[in-house]
């Protein structure tokens, strides 16, 4: 079945970029997807990529797809303290139902 | 702020017991997605509802069902809970099944079993 890792943290200092990695193993997806969670809230969705495009950015964020790796990541430029969340990778297929990564918990310190 | 709205917040059941969590969708959304998170997990999907009509289902076991109705709002009945089934709920509702792209998420309702 489809499968989607994450790294389960990540720390970086205010200011800094924030890279955050996953790879998906369905060769079929569709749609990749980005969504942030805070504490105590449903999900966000931040971005998308369709699977025939290798790059999107969008304002701070840039998502980078290797398709051939089945690798996606999702940068964060000049990191703020209001970005300390849980983010979720996910993809969809044909079905459209997307599949998530356990999440990746983002620390910003000063 | 999604528009999509979720009863109650925080819910305590003990095992063998039955709950129904309510989940209300934005306006002239006809799909409404349900998905649990256990702790320290991605959202699982549970099943999707679509012009009040079941469209697809996860690796659930049917002592979890649902309703969808015409004004938008829907519910997730679970029975025979069990202590595995603490998790918090989410509903996401789209204005159609191929529109994940602009799928909104409720808060959640935290679901603990005792």
């Known amino acids: 079945g489809e499968d989607v890792e994450q790294s389960l943290f990540l720390s970086v200092r205010e200011g800094d970029s924030s890279v955050i990695n996953c790879t998906y193993t369905?060769?079929?997806?569709?749609?990749l997807y980005w969504y942030k969670q805070e504490p105590g809230a449903g999900l966000q969705l931040l971005t998308y990529?369709?699977?025939?495009?290798d790059m999107k950015q969008d304002q701070r964020l840039t998502v980078l797809l290797n398709k051939k790796d089945k690798h996606l990541s999702l940068r964060i430029a000049d990191t703020q303290t209001g970005d300390s969340a849980i983010y979720f990778c996910?993809?969809?297929?044909?079905?459209?139902?997307?599949?998530f990564g356990r999440g990746t918990s983002l620390i910003v310190h000063p | 702020e999604t528009g999509v709205t979720q009863s109650p917040t925080h819910l305590i059941k003990t095992r063998g017991q039955q709950v129904t969590l309510r989940c209300s969708s934005q306006?002239?959304?006809?799909?409404v997605s349900w998905y649990q998170q256990a702790l320290g997990q991605g959202p699982q999907f549970i099943f999707q509802?679509?012009?009040?009509?079941?469209?697809g289902r996860g690796n659930f076991p049917p002592r979890f069902s649902g309703l969808q109705f015409p004004n938008y709002s829907s519910e997730l009945n679970v029975n025979a809970l069990e202590l595995d089934d603490s998790a918090l709920y989410l509903c996401?509702?789209?204005?159609?099944?191929?529109?994940?792209?602009?799928?909104?998420f409720g808060p959640g309702t935290r679901l603990t079993v005792l």
């Open positions: 990529i369709f699977s025939n495009m």
């Open positions: 996401a509702s789209s204005s159609d099944p191929d529109n994940t792209d602009t799928q909104y």
């Open positions: 369905d060769s079929s997806s569709t749609y």
């Open positions: 509802y679509y012009r009040e009509e079941e469209n």
């Open positions: 996910a993809e969809s297929g044909g079905s459209y139902i997307p599949t």
């Open positions: 306006s002239g959304h006809n799909t």
